[in-house]
């Protein structure tokens, strides 16, 4: 083991861009052993960039790593240095092979795990692990991963990091860890961290609970944008300055916030869905013109809820009977957009096929005009319709998907984070448009990650754990609270310790192991 | 506390229950099978089957599936019934070299990201063609040592029913308990984790086609041990039957659940049912259809267990 | 001169049949070659005639592989065989029953259709697999009802199955406007273009507002339909139903889609290739025959052919 304290890791300079986007730039940190390193901060500030670099699974775009034992170890740092260093890492997305039994997944993470006996020896390294680290789990090291609830997925797949065999472990990275577990088996896994860090080891803990954060590191670094904005020992944060620490303390904005509508009560609301996991009366809703804002922490039930409204589910008695047309402007352009054999022409007018058809058959020169009447409208920078999708910068691509929802005859749009990485003028460009379009009566629903597009809302409702836990309109909008209702309950006077059990997988199968 | 079966044990089960009511049903229609002769001539044309089976469930472990094995396996048959009695030593270097084409496929489906059902579809025909080359009329012989070990009588059972038994252990061996046997089932699973670790996804799928090209082999020459003799056609429609199996057997087509106890079962079912059917008195004409039927019936069975499951 | 060079190299890779047709042109010729110009116009008269009958087949499966990995319609044989069986039963060589036959041989692909998408819907099992169990229990119907008896069809239909028109065969004139026909479906409407979505992008078509469940539906259908009718005009063109009449025509739906020009990725179809390809597989044979190669070679030739094909067209995208 290493001295206490002593740096582990350096990070030097690191950097990552994506094309145009700048997901991290220049990061100068140092891992200690024997240190529990807590990393905070909002969306797209870096984070899982960061750990995704000192896992291995990327390569910075420039920067240094070094190591106390080896030197300098870039470029040709991948998984299997980064494994042969000792670092171990637990992603959000799980990774489990959900066909194999928990023994042989450790067998897979675990290539020296093999011979005469591997099993009984796979069985017992994690067997151990697990009782280790979360004693009282009831998880056989037998059951088939397919069959576990998501907890004990979590709990699986942490055991099988923390699972020692030929190579001590000197660095443990968890992204989210306990965003599955309940409270009694979170503290379990923090206890058990803390003793981790005790004999010397070092550990990266991102959370978005910020209690849990608090509590657990001996260090706190507060990242924005891509950079680290803050780095002290975490006695001195407590959840105000680190909820102020996260937020934009450079932007001073005038509060020429545009007067937002107030919300026309008696009238009836166009779209009101209650969330899957919402245990209270809250509901989500918008009233015709408005652009309603969802925000949150990125992966909180924000797109479900888009695609609950889209598919019409969820409305239980309230709302208009009647099925208003609605259009999606996806987020993820490359999974759940672009149709990428197709033209630019081609895939607007998918979303107005049935407008444009008489007598059964598309007609092209409505087609044809379509198009060109959306390519001056929004913009897209390209000699000809007609070129393929893929031949756009992101941002134009993204404009598309836009002209696509705006080409039909959708009443309400559904916008799923689909500025994410475009650029600033692109961006400018698209809200003018938005506006506009409100303005004519349109509703949008839009979820967002950007602090700075909900100033463009009337209306925002912050999610966490898949549930609405802030309802804030007009004046009401401002970064510290959504920050706030993002993080953790206290500031819109919830309960402290719900951690939102209702968003756990009822563990069915608990009776049939036995 | 009461016990109450999970739907992952009752789906394992369902393979050994198919088999149980048939042979169930077939003893009532005709105690008479219920003998050494009997269940011998039930079972003759199990084995084969059951390599082919094998054979299909190998393949479909790493998510693909092979629309050429029949095709391959009466290509092995006519190579057996000539080549490998005449020469022995070339038959065995052909049967080498159709393992070693075997595995190239895989590296060829996995290099290219091809669909297997189109490159499988597509060498059905280029087997069909070499047989037909290596024996253009039907004929040939089979070698004598290959017509003794498949007429052995063993005592007590019927040969088979060891043989079936013991193929069905060691297989269970080779891919359920060993160390690199979890890495290929991973493949299946969630390829992403497996490479992750730091795998190789080509040599598992190598692995695994050479692995069918070797049961295709054992299957074509089974089944000229009972033939006698050979056909290119003998059998095309072995390629329907190992996939019915693989099924019947508790396998899944994607996700690298497999199970090779299951899949044995499964030929084992499927064989019996053609005779069970002739026991009814139902007309010949049926018996594929009454294959469908079954295969149907529990692929329907299973979602009924898996909804049971969910509750 | 590179931006000339490009757009020829445009041309070519946005219309992948031509390499069909070429194929086709250079067997035949090298065919005409062989037997020194004799009989050149027979051998495409009765390559047009036999191609026919798989690009009627392709059209149907083209459209289901245009869905996407996984979708592949394996009952298209059995289809076949049951509706010619039960249409050339239900005429009785009656020229007045040809139309009646003619419903019910597309009523019988309308339910195996429906049957086979019930399957996949319901079980929840892969195309290949739902097909191939309902095929099994199609095929078994067909022998079950069209045993024994190999019925005639009725004389006007075994005419029309067979008529030429200065060489020209007549159902091979139909079928070239109902391939033109599709190519406008598949094209111009909401129908096809729906199935052209899902099969880049399934999800994305989804969230875009395409019917997925019902196009998928209607896909399978169209591909039933289509193998019933030309099991009816197999039927009438060969002199009746026989239990076996189906057999060649599951690889063949599927290398006329392949060697045709359509991804097997899914997203991408065209119809002309269709017709490139039936062409090119029937004078591949003619040729082998000519040469005098026994019938190994030329199934031998048959799989490296769609073997490499596929291997040079790529398969699924990332």
Known sequence: MLNALEPFITVDGVGKNYGAVQALQSVDLKILAGQALGIVGHNGAGKSTLISILAGTQMPSGGELTFAQSGISLPGYKVDQAQAHGIRCVFQELSLCPNLTVAENARILHPAIRGVGWKARARRLISDKLDEVFPGHGINPDDEVGDLSIAKRQMVEIARAFTKVDSPIHLIILDEPTSSLDAIIAQQLLTHLRGFVDQGGACILISHLLEEILQSSDRIVVMRDGGVVDD????????????????????????????????????????????????????????????????????????????????????????????????????????????PLWSIGMNIVIGSMRQLTRGGLINPQAEARLCEDWREKIAIRTPDMNNNILSLSGGNQQKALFARALASDAEIILMDDPMRGVDIGTKQEVYEMIREEAGLGRTFLWYTTEMDELEHCDHIYVFRNGAIVADLAGDEVTEQRVLHASFEDGAEGGKPEAKGPEAKEPEAKEGTAS | MTFVPSARLLRSLLPAF????????????????????????????????????????????????????????????????????????LGVAVLALCILAYAALGALIHLRNLPSIVV???????????????????????????????????????TTIYASAMVAILVHFALMRSAYGAVVRGVGGNPRSVERAGWSILKAKMSMYALAGFFGVLSGISLIGLTTSADANIALRYTLLSIAGVILGGGEFVGGRISPVGAVLGAMTLTLAASFLSFLRISPDWQIGAQGAILIIVLALRVLINRAGKK | MTAALSKHFKIISGKPWIWAFAGAFLVWGATILYTGGTGAGQILSAALSFATFSVIVGIGQMYVITLGPGNVDLSIPATMTFAGAVSMKIMETQDAMILPGLVIALLCGLAVGLFNYGLIHALRIPPIIATLSSSFLVQSSAIAYGRGLKIKPPELLAEFTTARIAGFPLLAICVILLAAIMSVVLHRTVFGRSVLAIGQNPRAAALAGVKVDFIRLATYLQSAVLAALCGYLLAGFSGGASLNMGAEYLLASIAVVVIGGTSVAGGFANLPGLWGAALFMFLLVTMLNTFGLSAGIRLLLTGVIIVGVITLAGGRRD
């Open chain 2, 120 to 158: 499988t579809l597509g060498m059905s025909f280029f087997w069909l063609g070499l047989a037909l080359l290596v024996l253009p009329t039907p004929g040939g012989k089979a070698p004598e040592w290959v017509r003794a070990v498949m007429t052995f009588k063993a005592p007590g059972m019927p």
């Open chain 2, 18 to 89: 198919s088999l149980t009511v048939i042979l169930i049903a077939i003893f009532y229609l005709q105690p008479r099978a219920m003998s050494y002769f009997g269940l011998n001539l039930l079972l003759n044309l199990a084995l084969p089957i059951a390599f082919a089976t094998l054979a299909q469930m190998c393949v479909i472990a790493v998510n693909d599936l092979d629309l050429g094995i029949g095709a391959f396996v009466g290509f092995v048959a006519c190579v057996g019934a000539t080549w490998l009695n005449e020469s022995p030593v």
């Open chain 1, 232 to 339: 002290r020992a975490a006695r001195d944060f407590d959840r105000g300055t680190l909820v102020e620490a996260m937020g934009s303390v450079a932007k001073e904005k005038d509060e020429a916030r545009k007067a937002a509508k107030a919300r026309q009560q008696e009238s009836e609301a166009l779209v009101s869905i209650r969330p899957a996991q919402q245990s209270d009366g809250r509901r989500l809703q918008a009233f015709s013109g408005e652009i309603v804002g969802l925000a949150g922490l990125s992966g909180h039930g924000q797109t479900d809820a888009l695609i609950d409204v889209y598919q019409q589910k969820r409305r239980d008695t309230q709302g208009p009977a009647k099925t208003v047309p609605m259009a999606l402007v996806p987020g993820d352009r490359q999974v759940d957009g672009v149709f």
